[in-house]
């Protein structure tokens, strides 16, 4: 030991347990979530969570299995992501709106033992139940549990489990993205990656304990997972949307003085449609909007500012960074749109980057590039993942030298405005999702009549972009778009299968070496326009 | 390898170089420092810190070496706080009120091999050169060097040091304290713990780049070197004040548009009675007025939230935490003295614990105790500090459990709030200045007129407490009270030294084992007040 090096164990960074304990501590008395009729104190909350994490033994998951969530936003969906990693298991939590052959894939990628689900998910867990021999048990979340499925009220009336302190580092959830392989891939976040992105989102937001956030983003995305704990540890109220539907927004918003939101622009661009024609008087108690996710038309941005008068801020970010990684201010948005020029043509940007996470652009050859120059996007920050789950090839791609390449291009301007060029992914967002042209193109690929499939996002007003294919069949195939997109509906998610279908009876055009020249297929649905993703 | 372990490199947590990078990157035409006449921008001072980083391998400092700073708040002072970690090499940061013996065994204990100091320091850095063996060389940082000292100036144009990134866990500085065996302890701090703080400093004050912050609390205390780091993220300007004098700050805050300021309460008092007679209109800029490090009394609270319409907040911590621990808000400061009556007693507290640090009472048996109860304070958190330099007893008493051990006694109502109730360390606070009994007990027992001493805190109106001395003389001896202050003189810190002592010729009361009742000696001077350290 060298002369002054710390004789005593570190003290530690906290883990996923230290939000609600504060809150408890601090705030026991106060409500801490709001579920329809459902109301719970944050010394309930805490009770609760407590209990929950006492009954994972029981339930047959051993220390580091895995748990699984299948459910729309609620008070269980929220109490999963405190009880599950502060016991030391794993959450995975997963994308309801996929196919039944993706959510089977994922199970049996990381061998989830437990699955938590709500009713409406209830036939497709007892279909993964019967497929995935790593699941265990299936636990219903709401309504009345029978035959197979244990009760929910029963976990939370546990001997509760007594809190002990988790390393910074150990693994506390996998949250699966498309896979540039076409298969989806597991994101390792730890304890410390989501405390970090809670802290850093303290910092940018100033979560108080007077604030009253709604949670309408789907929390098996990092995105809307993120803050349930910068809200619990601020001792906030916490009011539950299960789902986005415009009308139900805005009153529940009323009914219990939603101050903060966060929305995908599309959401955004309904409610804002929605509000067009209604007449109970705005919505006077929110005072902080964030989007995030996909793009947004200046139209947009415009038409938020104005009718609100509220902070209005963008975050980009990804699963991998836990996510927020940079941000687009209310100072920025109200600068640009007030027609000062260097501010106007940021808002195309996804703004700086936050304290606490750096962002550098890198070119082919390693180099760290000067602004104003296009290479791959690289973060580092605490909040950074651990890896792929299981993926040692993809991991060492991705995490090299202290950073994670995120593979979107961009360019930096002088003041750190991070602009995004195109995703080297070739990844489509629509609607706030992200869709990986290869997954889609593999499932068209498996229709008979296909010789070969391109996919690509094209403009779309409601959800940003739209995912459209255009394939070229087999001579002599005659395959009608309808018949190939009920094809694709047994194979992936809803969301994904293309919109629209252009038919080819000749082969794709194709680069010198072979490669499918995508960019010359997408060019006239965007000549004219900037193809902005964020 | 377990299946799913991170088969990567973990993506860093930050160094101390990430605020000054980011502020470079992001704001570097703006303003970052105003040192009296000098103004340097954030891109100016990254290239000053680089170069003087590049400068310290010349110097004869290894990589985790000790570089000492001796001198009042300014530029160079700011810049050896980023410049010294980030190449690698420690920083320790002395106290100049303290005595030169007292200098010469800190320097002595940790090695100190090069010394920043500023010219008003120049003849103890000479004398501290030639009795300290480890001290090779002597740079002056203002006026003109001559002889044996290095020019500041001259470091700072030396080819820069490119950037290395750190570990978090790696020692960046060593802060002395007095110890409770009378001989200073070395708190050391890693890249992490001085982040974590900034990270939470900027999660409950929400430092932004429009804010003009003042920096007179002295760096070399961690409270005064804790918001340089916080600013410099958010690319605030720092405007530094060398030394504490009401007249001035008023005048600097007036031409520097100062927003925020950091003050002892001895400081806040002074600045009060000084407005008072002042015709200049009030500080209108100043929007956020901090406190700490010593007793606060309700009068001076109730004055400065009249007079300033701006936030008023109270930060409690020591240097083991990096520093900051609770804060009472501005909220509650302003319900205690608009007479709610559950606050008005929360305002002889320190607050509620800060998010990300968790305190807790624990009792003499190592039991964890509930609201209400008299324990000891306990931080955790990764503002904690790594231990003391080469003090391994030390270290294993105080850090326990994965707990920072205080030695305060305190108790925590149902709401979180932390009331110090002594401490433990028999500790006098006496204008911001921590003065251990013990230190002064050992100079004046080296009298050879004294038989025994004990030393306390008596109430002070400018102070806060004030050093008071109770010895026992020797048969026949027959010292005065001044000559044994000017004994003291020559072995403590001016600060340290009694300002008033009582003579018995009879020995000093003792409990059954034989220990001083420092408690019985106290009582007259505290009666009908409660004595309240923060």
Redesign the interface.
Known sequence: M?????????????DLA?PL??AA????DALAVIDGPARVSYRELAARVAALGGSLAGLGVPD?GRVGFLGVNSLPHLECWFAVPSAGRVLVDLNFRLAEAELEFIIND?GVQVLFADSERLGVAATLRQRCPSLQRVVLVDGEAGGEQLPYGELIEHEPLAYV?RSG?E?AG?CYTGGTTGKPK?V?LSH?NLL?NA?HN??VT?HAHEDRWLHVSPMFHVAGTANVFACT??GSVQVIAPRFEARLLIELVRRESVTHCVLVPTMLAMLMDELSRDTGGGLPSIRHIQYAASPITPALQRQVLEYFSCDIVQLYGMTEAAPSVTRLSDVDHRRGLAGDSAYAKRLASVG??I??V?VAVRGTGGEWLPAGEVGELC?????????Y??R?HE??T???D???HTGDACWMD???YVFLVDRLKDMIVTGGENVYSIEVESALAEHPAVLEAAVFGIPDPRWGEAVHAVVSVHPGAEPSAEALIEHCRSLIAGYKIPRSIDILHEPLPKSGPGKILKSKLREPYWAGRSRRIN
């Open positions: 060298r002369v002054g090096e710390p004789t005593a164990p570190r003290s530690p960074s906290g230290w304990r504060r501590a601090l705030h026991g580091g990381c302190p580092d693994l996998i597991g390792m410390e970090a802290r303290l910092i100033g540890w601020a700086t980057p304290m606490g750096e973060v580092r920050g605490p909040n950074v993942m651990l890896g789950w299981n040692e991991t060492a991705a995490l090299r202290g950073w994670y002088e003041q750190g």
